[in-house]
């Protein structure tokens, strides 16, 4: 499976984005499907994932109850509704496709998209 994100940019304290991921390829509805970021000199973390289906999403701590993720199995995409952004979220945010359990791993991996929150 292809990935490819979108939807990064400067925004300000406050502010709302909403991250793209494009699959292209067989079996995208069965994947689970997550976020990822790294913010420059980092490593990798992540950010939330949701199941096939879309019944369970598990999110990381730092965007609890400000960030959404959402798929849609026709379009083949999944979505990073992101409100309320902070500067430290300040990363690259990339997608992944047939993440583990572990959250730290996936077998399939997009380039990311750059989200700079300034104060």
């Known amino acids: 499976v292809q990935l490819q994100a979108s939807g990064g940019g400067l925004v300000q304290a406050g502010d709302s984005l909403r991250l793209s991921c494009a699959a292209s390829?067989?079996?995208?509805?069965?994947?689970?499907m997550g976020w990822f970021r790294q913010a420059a000199g980092k490593e990798r973390v992540f950010v939330a994932d949701?199941?096939?289906?879309?019944?369970?999403?598990y999110y990381a701590d730092p965007v609890e109850g400000r960030f959404t993720i959402s798929r849609d199995n026709v379009q083949n995409t999944v979505y990073l509704q992101m409100n309320t952004l902070k500067p430290e979220d300040t990363a690259v945010y990339y997608c992944?496709?047939?993440?583990?359990?572990?959250?730290?791993?996936?077998?399939?991996w997009g380039k990311g998209t750059l989200v700079t929150v300034s104060s």
């Open positions: 992944a496709a047939d993440v583990w359990r572990d959250k730290r791993r996936a077998n399939y």
């Open positions: 390829g067989r079996d995208f509805s069965s994947y689970r």
């Open positions: 949701i199941s096939w289906n879309g019944g369970s999403v």
